[in-house]
């Protein structure tokens, strides 16, 4: 006969744990009322990155990414539902944006490496810019196939995937009765709730400081994303060059240092921060005050803040 522990022995708490997949830092923070249950939450959550992971590298040969981009230009690839979602997604912020957002930036992308500092020659990137464009994506919703309209097309997931993943994260531990948790790949994190009677707080760093705040953001459900110009960069002929890259040029944008987003889900908040980041203050803040249930804070290239009219009334709080 099992004996029945009274509800006292079971030991509540929060349950932390970080690991390194999809190339980033991927942390879960939760509350369970039964640590061995939290963790249990957070091994599922791992599993769930390992997955997407697995699926969505570009690093990873057999990922179906890798398919698509080898075999895309030649014939129709089937790809599963999930992806073939996700890219259909990814062309409807692609549209929305007028090209700001589009995911066959790595057509160029990929002639950047950031740890050697290589950079692509003008004669270069004019090619791969041609092959840029969401236009030459050919998805096939009877067929569920994607071809590539042209030669030279590449695409990439990117912080997409993270915001992709992030959500999923938090949809699993809702449906195991988490209530309060935080779900963090690198600068995409995804909230459930509050913080067992207050808000998570997120720190908006500063671009040039990464010991100092600029702003700190309280969050509750809610997904947020932030790009900034020193997560991956280096210097070339005084020019700045990083992750991100404006689909029209290859280049990277240069009147912003970084952009946060907040909004319902972290496919949205990943795509948005790139529109902006890639439209510029005035632009881009003018196209996020038109997205309903979003809102920004943006550090431009003179060390500014830029509010969305939604935090002002809030009010993010200063930095202590």
Known sequence: MVP???AHAVQGGWCRREEAIMGTAISVELWSDDRDAGEAAIDAVMAEMHRIDQ???PYKPVSELSIINRDAAHRAVPICAEMFELIARSLR????????FDITYASAGHLYDYRERVKPSDAELAQ???????QHL???????TIGFA????????GGFAKGHAVDHGVAILARLGIRHAIVSAGGDSHVLGDKRGRPWTIAVRDPRNADAVVAVLPLEDVAISTSGDYERFFEADGVRCHHVLDPKTGK???S????????????????????????????GMAFIEAQPGVDAVVVDAHGRLHFSSGLLAGGPQAPH
């Open 4 to 6: 029945h522990l009274p």
């Open 55 to 57: 699926l969505m590298s």
């Open 93 to 100: 912020f692609s549209k929305l944006s007028d090209g700001a």
């Open 128 to 134: 791969a810019v041609g092959a840029i464009g969401w």
């Open 138 to 144: 050919q998805l096939d919703r009877a067929q569920r």
């Open 150 to 157: 042209r030669e030279g097309v590449r695409i990439d997931l």
């Open 252 to 254: 990277s944008p240069d």
């Open 256 to 283: 912003i240092r970084s952009v946060t987003i907040l909004a319902d889900d972290g496919l949205t908040s990943e795509a948005l921060s790139k529109c902006l980041f890639v439209m510029g203050v005035e632009r």
